[in-house]
């Protein structure tokens, strides 16, 4: 894109401006907000949704979200999601909104977010997860297909009919349209006659109104078929008002889905038979946050990178950098010496992992022909702090020492739908709805799910001193952390492993176990093991065992347990990935559980489902 000499910013592949000249602020006020009856209409409601056919340098969602800020009687949450083919840089969204005070300091948090964009759906999250943003980079309308659910108000906007007709062809119409339930809102600049006809023919009832100078005229319309709307899948399960639920664990999984629903109004109660959260797995002293990468951009790499994205923001705005967590990037050793990435991945992006560089190795310590894979958008974190700060969220009471040993379902619901009790049989809680985020213990109340237990151990200890280890993170045939701040004025430390023992739930640390690390270590980083071998021999490391969850197929379970136990559903089998998945699948179900918007497309979601056992 390119800039006119008087600021009106203009595409060269479409050769049309982005807004009037009359101004971007006063466009998406008049045109979109005033179209849609906005922010009037969203007055008391626990939730808005927001569908946009082209999302351009984001002024409709910054001038959206700014009426959101400044309304008393704003939705608990609002859902704003759009689609953008060609997405400009982070320096033009922040030049785009310079000319409005009220919009700077919005574009700034937007920018901060404005990386890593290759296509796919991107889930950005501003004030608290409160708003969220998703950004579906591709063409409209296989965006549109992969997506699913109902909009309180629809944007059409994007360049002119002419300069781009596949947006506003009658296809992309009618996709549009099945977002829309009775009462929807659309407007749009536009008032050509085929956009007005292909409108009413999909339920619309349209009217021209008067424009923003130069147009005389812009469009709204509301949604009321004079028949029978008939979807092809039913429409999504919908919890109108929130109400109390109980989260068996207090592990990553179960922190993040407490913080995900007591975000959208719910009194959460979270148990577990620890006296203090993430003593499982969960309470590794530190762990490492990467992506996988695969020449085809498998389904797990993609959804690592949705994750990591979801964890990043909850990072930033929950923990303190340095002490909690460190953006450091992660350097990938490739053993079998493959390398390669997707097809058009370099280090200019948009994508962040790319083969490494000699400068990158050398940071590393590593010989300047070590095949590896730079992830930039990689960091170290303590699991415990994140588990904390989640678990200090207003609405979450933390219970420890409370073994659940058994769930009853009542059918008198004005009492709640589920008992949860002791092994003595006494009442421990009541709630509405259960989820299940036990770990390798979730099988005992989800007996149906294909869970194994993994054991794992590590070593660890204070770093020796001027000791040569590698600034940066290190993965591969295990994994290697260094200089992480330690505790309440404690020495910086280390972390190596880790082992894989399937089936096994024994906590005892082993020798074999620590010997695997240490040849592990060596075949990693030699030069590390070396600087390690002292500590080693005369035992000062510490050991640390936790027994992981995993599923048959090795992604993570999001969903019900089952039909015949209704409001019983599980957040389980993370693995080895609870720092790339929690934050993600917590908000899958949350979004489930209200008809969201989801944070990933369908398939992608699916692939997370219970019901795809």
């Known amino acids: 894109m390119t800039w006119r000499a008087d600021g009106v910013p203009r595409s060269e592949r479409f050769d049309d401006i982005y807004h009037t000249e009359t101004g971007a602020l006063a466009q998406s006020r008049h045109v979109f907000l005033g179209g849609c009856g906005l922010p009037e209409g969203w007055a008391g409601q626990p939730q808005w949704r927001i569908l946009e056919t082209g999302f351009g340098l984001g002024l409709n969602f910054l001038t959206t979200w700014q009426a959101w800020r400044a309304d008393p009687a704003r939705p608990r949450m609002l859902h704003f999601v759009s689609i953008e083919a060609h997405p400009v840089s982070a320096s033009d969204v922040l030049r785009g909104a310079e000319a409005y005070p009220e919009l700077i300091s919005l574009a700034r948090e937007l920018a901060a977010q404005w990386h890593g964009l290759l296509p796919g759906f991107h889930r950005l999250a501003f004030d608290e997860g409160r708003v969220l943003l998703t950004l579906c980079v591709g063409d409209v309308q296989p965006m549109l297909r992969a997506q699913r659910f109902e909009a309180d108000s629809i944007f059409l906007d994007g360049f002119s009919p002419q300069q781009n007709p596949a947006m506003w062809s009658a296809d992309t119409l009618k996709a549009a349209s099945r977002f829309a339930r009775q009462g929807t809102r659309i407007a749009t600049w536009t008032i050509a006659r085929a956009i007005r006809d292909a409108l009413a023919q999909q339920g619309f009832v349209v009217e021209k109104r008067p424009g923003l100078p130069p147009k005389r005229d812009c469009l709204r319309g509301t949604f009321a078929p004079a028949w029978t709307v008939r979807r092809r899948e039913p429409a999504p399960e919908r919890i109108e008002t929130p109400g109390r639920c109980a989260i068996v664990g207090a592990g990553l999984a179960g922190a993040a889905v407490a913080a995900s629903l007591a975000r959208r109004g719910w009194q959460v109660t979270v148990l577990d038979a620890a006296d203090w959260p993430a003593s499982g797995a969960s309470g590794l002293p530190v762990g490492m946050l990467a992506p996988h990468v695969s020449p085809d951009d498998a389904l797990l790499s993609r959804l690592t990178r949705a994750g990591i ?148 151990q590590v070593a660890w200890g204070p770093m020796p001193e001027n000791a040569p280890l590698p600034v940066t993170p290190i993965n591969g045939d295990g994994h290697l952390v260094a200089h992480v701040s330690g505790d309440r004025g404690e020495a910086p430390m280390w972390l190596a492993g880790a082992t894989f023992d399937r089936d096994s739930i024994d906590l005892a640390p082993t020798e074999a176990d620590s010997a695997e690390n240490r040849e592990r270590l060596a075949r990693l980083h030699p030069d590390a093991a070396r600087a390690l071998a002292g500590v080693f021999e005369h035992g000062d490391s510490h050991t640390w065992v936790g027994i992981r969850c995993a599923s048959g197929d090795r992604r993570p379970l999001v969903g019900p347990v089952g039909a015949e136990a209704p409001g019983l559903w599980a957040c389980t089998a993370l693995g080895s990935r609870g720092l790339s998945f929690a934050a993600l699948c917590a908000e899958l179900l949350a979004a489930q559980w209200h008809a969201e918007p989801l944070p990933l497309p369908a398939t992608l979601a699916k692939a997370l489902g219970t019901q795809r056992l």
């Not at 340095?322 to 200019?348: M, Y």
């Not at 730079?374 to 200090?392: D, E, I, M, N, T």
């Not at 020492?401 to 002791?422: I, K, N, P, T």
């Open 309 to 456: 994205r979801a964890t990043c923001a909850e990072l930033a705005r929950l923990l303190e950098e340095g002490r909690d967590w460190r953006a450091t990037g992660v350097l990938e050793r490739r053993p079998d010496g493959n390398v390669r990435v997707p097809a058009g991945w370099s280090d200019q992006g948009p994508n962040e992992s790319w083969p490494a560089g000699a400068d990158q190795l050398a940071a590393a310590g590593l010989p300047a022909d070590t095949p590896a894979i730079w992830h930039s958008r990689a960091a170290w974190v303590k699991p415990q702090r994140l588990v904390a700060a989640w678990l200090r969220r207003p609405g979450i009471e933390f219970r420890g020492g409370c073994r659940v040993a058994r769930l009853e379902r009542l059918e008198r619901r004005d009492e709640g739908s589920w008992q949860l009790r002791d092994s003595a049989g006494e009442l421990l809680v009541e709630a509405d709805r259960v989820v299940v985020c036990a770990g390798f213990e979730s099988g005992h109340f989800a007996p149906a799910l294909p869970l194994q237990p993994v054991r794992g």
